[in-house]
C-alpha cells in the first residue's frame, strides 16, 4: 500500500508512513495531506531483537554491531534509533547497518533516502534475507515493525534485547509521555483543495469510528477480539495513559510528533526540519462546536 501510494500516488484516500510522509513533506513534494488520525502506533522496545550469544545485553553493546533493517526510513526504526540515542547514547552511527528483504532477498526504500556520511549502510548479499542472517548469526541483531521468523519460531539464540518490553514501554511513557505514532491518514492533496470540507469530515468519521470500536472492546459481555485478558489489558493501558491512551487529533499529540520529526531531521531523513503544523491540513488542526 505505502509503495504504490508514494511511488504511484494510487489511491484517493490512504494510510501513509509517518516517515515517508515526512519526507515529502520537507522536500516540498507531497500528493497527499495528512489528517491526524493515527492508524498505527506502537511502543518500540518491541523491534529490536538481538543474538543472545554475541555478548549482547543492554543498549550500549550494540556498538560497532552489525543490525538488520529492510528499510532505513522506516517509522519503526526512526524511533527506536531515537530513543537509542536520547535514553541510552547510542548513536546511528555507531552502528553497522545491514538492509535487505525480511524473508525474501532484496528490498528496497519506497521512497529515495539520502544518508548522512557518518552512517555505514551496506546491502545484504545476493539472495540472503535478514532472518536467515540472523538465524546463522552472520548479523547481531534486527530492528523492524515486524519480528523477524525465527524469533516466532523460537530460534534458541534469537531474543528481544528488551525481555519484559510492556516494563520498558510503561517506564519510557511515564519519563516521556509519548506512545509513539506510526501511520497518519493521508488524502489526496487535489481533493482536499477542491473539497475542503473533506479533510475535516474524515477526521470526524475515523473518530466516531473509533469510538464504536473502543465502546466494544470494553463490553466485556462477549470479547470483541481474539485475545485473553482484553479487559485486563484495557485497563492497564488506561491507568497508564489515561482515558483515551489511543487518542486522534492535533492538539494532544502534537509533543509526539515534535519528537518525532526531531528524530527524523537528526538522522537525516528530512533534509530540514518540519513543523507540526505543515504535516495536517489546517482544517483539522482546529475544532469547534455548534
Given at each position: 500500500?505505502?509503495?504504490?501510494?508514494?511511488?504511484h500516488q494510487a489511491f484517493d484516500i490512504?494510510?501513509?508512513?509517518?516517515?515517508?510522509?515526512?519526507?515529502?513533506?520537507?522536500?516540498?513534494?507531497?500528493?497527499?495531506?495528512?489528517?491526524?488520525?493515527?492508524?498505527?502506533?506502537?511502543?518500540?522496545?518491541?523491534?529490536?531483537?538481538?543474538?543472545?550469544?554475541?555478548?549482547?545485553?543492554?543498549?550500549?553493546?550494540?556498538?560497532?554491531?552489525?543490525?538488520?533493517?529492510?528499510?532505513?526510513?522506516?517509522?519503526?526504526?526512526?524511533?527506536?534509533?531515537?530513543?537509542?540515542?536520547?535514553?541510552?547514547?547510542?548513536?546511528?552511527?555507531?552502528?553497522?547497518?545491514?538492509?535487505?528483504?525480511?524473508?525474501?532477498?532484496?528490498?528496497?526504500?519506497?521512497?529515495?533516502?539520502?544518508?548522512?556520511?557518518?552512517?555505514?549502510?551496506?546491502?545484504?548479499?545476493?539472495?540472503?534475507?535478514?532472518?536467515?542472517?540472523?538465524?546463522?548469526?552472520?548479523?547481531?541483531?534486527?530492528?523492524?515493525?515486524?519480528?523477524?521468523?525465527?524469533?516466532?519460531?523460537?530460534?534458541?539464540?534469537?531474543?528481544?534485547?528488551?525481555?519484559?518490553?510492556?516494563?520498558?514501554?510503561?517506564?519510557?511513557?511515564?519519563?516521556?509521555?509519548?506512545?509513539?505514532?506510526?501511520?497518519?491518514?493521508?488524502?489526496?492533496?487535489?481533493?482536499?483543495?477542491?473539497?475542503?470540507?473533506?479533510?475535516?469530515?474524515?477526521?470526524?468519521?475515523?473518530?466516531?469510528?473509533?469510538?464504536?470500536?473502543?465502546?466494544?472492546?470494553?463490553?466485556?459481555?462477549?470479547?470483541?477480539?481474539?485475545?485473553?485478558?482484553?479487559?485486563?489489558?484495557?485497563?492497564?493501558?488506561?491507568?497508564?495513559?489515561?482515558?483515551?491512551?489511543?487518542?486522534?487529533?492535533?492538539?494532544?499529540?502534537?509533543?509526539?510528533?515534535?519528537?518525532?520529526?526531531?528524530?527524523?531531521?537528526?538522522?537525516?531523513?528530512?533534509?530540514?526540519?518540519?513543523?507540526?503544523?505543515?504535516?495536517?491540513?489546517?482544517?483539522?488542526?482546529?475544532s469547534y462546536s455548534l
Amino acid at each position: 500500500m505505502f509503495f504504490r501510494a508514494f511511488r504511484h500516488q494510487a489511491f484517493d484516500i490512504s494510510e501513509l508512513s509517518l516517515s515517508s510522509y515526512s519526507i515529502s513533506v520537507a522536500r516540498g513534494e507531497p500528493h497527499y495531506v495528512a489528517i491526524p488520525v493515527f492508524l498505527s502506533r506502537a511502543f518500540r522496545h518491541t523491534s529490536l531483537y538481538v543474538r543472545k550469544d554475541a555478548g549482547i545485553s543492554e543498549p550500549k553493546d550494540l556498538v560497532g554491531r552489525r543490525i538488520g533493517i529492510a528499510e532505513y526510513q522506516l517509522s519503526a526504526n526512526v524511533w527506536l534509533r531515537g530513543i537509542l540515542e536520547e535514553h541510552h547514547g547510542v548513536k546511528p552511527s555507531d552502528i553497522r547497518w545491514i538492509r535487505g528483504g525480511m524473508d525474501t532477498p532484496g528490498r528496497p526504500e519506497k521512497i529515495r533516502v539520502d544518508l548522512p556520511s557518518d552512517i555505514t549502510m551496506e546491502n545484504a548479499p545476493d539472495g540472503a534475507t535478514l532472518n536467515d542472517m540472523l538465524a546463522a548469526g552472520e548479523i547481531d541483531g534486527f530492528i523492524g515493525p515486524r519480528a523477524p521468523r525465527c524469533f516466532a519460531e523460537g530460534h534458541p539464540d534469537v531474543d528481544r534485547l528488551w525481555p519484559d518490553t510492556m516494563a520498558a514501554a510503561a517506564d519510557y511513557f511515564r519519563a516521556t509521555r509519548i506512545f509513539p505514532i506510526m501511520h497518519v491518514l493521508g488524502l489526496r492533496r487535489s481533493l482536499a483543495e477542491a473539497h475542503p470540507w473533506l479533510p475535516g469530515a474524515l477526521l470526524k468519521a475515523f473518530t466516531q469510528a473509533k469510538g464504536l470500536a473502543e465502546a466494544a472492546l470494553a463490553d466485556t459481555s462477549a470479547t470483541k477480539v481474539t485475545m485473553p485478558f482484553v479487559e485486563d489489558g484495557l485497563g492497564m493501558a488506561q491507568r497508564l495513559m489515561g482515558s483515551d491512551p489511543w487518542s486522534y487529533g492535533y492538539a494532544g499529540n502534537a509533543h509526539v510528533l515534535d519528537r518525532f520529526l526531531d528524530y527524523h531531521h537528526a538522522q537525516g531523513l528530512s533534509p530540514r526540519r518540519v513543523a507540526v503544523e505543515e504535516l495536517f491540513h489546517p482544517s483539522t488542526i482546529e475544532s469547534y462546536s455548534l
